[in-house]
Structures are given as structure tokens and as C-alpha cells.
């Protein structure tokens, strides 16, 4: 089992950045593709990025390619997303998720556990 603990989450200016955390505990971490995805009020959860086992493969949703950023650390069990230039579009729950596989993958239904999410707030 592996469970996730997102941190880094907050408020932040139009145009500012942030850095998420997703530590994780269990022997299957470093096997498996992590994912990130968010939900903003009102909105489905989309996809945001995600990196396969050894950090090689990584897929991004269009609208982040450029700004956000998916590096893992296998030693420390934990995965980032560096995102930079954030606008108030980008204001949501931002989740991490293990999924089965160990390339990388932007289905929801891929993710087999799941962490509690941060909040990121961007003010214009």
C-alpha cells in the first residue's frame, strides 16, 4: 500500500509560483508512475502532469507545457510540481496519485491511490 501527503500549497500572486510536494510511504513508490491532477470549484478534476517510475517519461497537459514542471526523487519518496506564472485560472485542489502502471498515463481511473490534496489560491 502508499500512501501520499501533498504539501506546499497556499496563496500566491497572478504571475508568482509555487512548488507542491507529494511524499510518499510504501515499498511501491518508486515502481510506479505518479500523477498530479486538481479540481477547481464548480469544474471536473483534470489531469495535470505526470512522470513515470524513473523520472524519464513525463506527460503534461497542454496548457501547463512551459510553466509546470514534474521532477521526482526517488531517494526522498517524493514528487513535485513546479509550477511557475501562475494565473487565477489556476486556482484549485491540486491531488497526487500512484497509478498501477510505471509509465505515465493521464487517466484518473489509472490511479490507484490517491493523497488528500492542497489548496492553491492565485489572486489577480
Known amino acids: 500500500q502508499v500512501q501520499l501527503v501533498e504539501s506546499g500549497g497556499g496563496l500566491v500572486q497572478a504571475g508568482g509560483s509555487l512548488r507542491l510536494s507529494c511524499a510518499a510511504s510504501?515499498?511501491?513508490?518508486?515502481?510506479?508512475?505518479i500523477n498530479w491532477f486538481r479540481q477547481a470549484p464548480g469544474k471536473e478534476r483534470e489531469f495535470v502532469a505526470s512522470?513515470?517510475?524513473?523520472?524519464?517519461?513525463?506527460s503534461y497537459t497542454d496548457s501547463m507545457k512551459g510553466r509546470f514542471t514534474i521532477p521526482r526523487d526517488n531517494a526522498k519518496n517524493t514528487v513535485y510540481l513546479q509550477m511557475n506564472t501562475l494565473n487565477p485560472e489556476d486556482t484549485a485542489v491540486y491531488y497526487c496519485?500512484?497509478?498501477?502502471?510505471?509509465?505515465?498515463?493521464?487517466?484518473?481511473?489509472?490511479?490507484?491511490?490517491w493523497g488528500q490534496g492542497t489548496q492553491v489560491t492565485v489572486s489577480s
Open positions: 512522470i513515470g517510475w524513473n523520472g524519464y517519461y513525463k
Open positions: 496519485a500512484a497509478s498501477r502502471w510505471n509509465r505515465p498515463t493521464m487517466e484518473s481511473t489509472d490511479m490507484v491511490y
Open positions: 510504501g515499498r511501491t513508490f518508486s515502481s510506479s508512475a
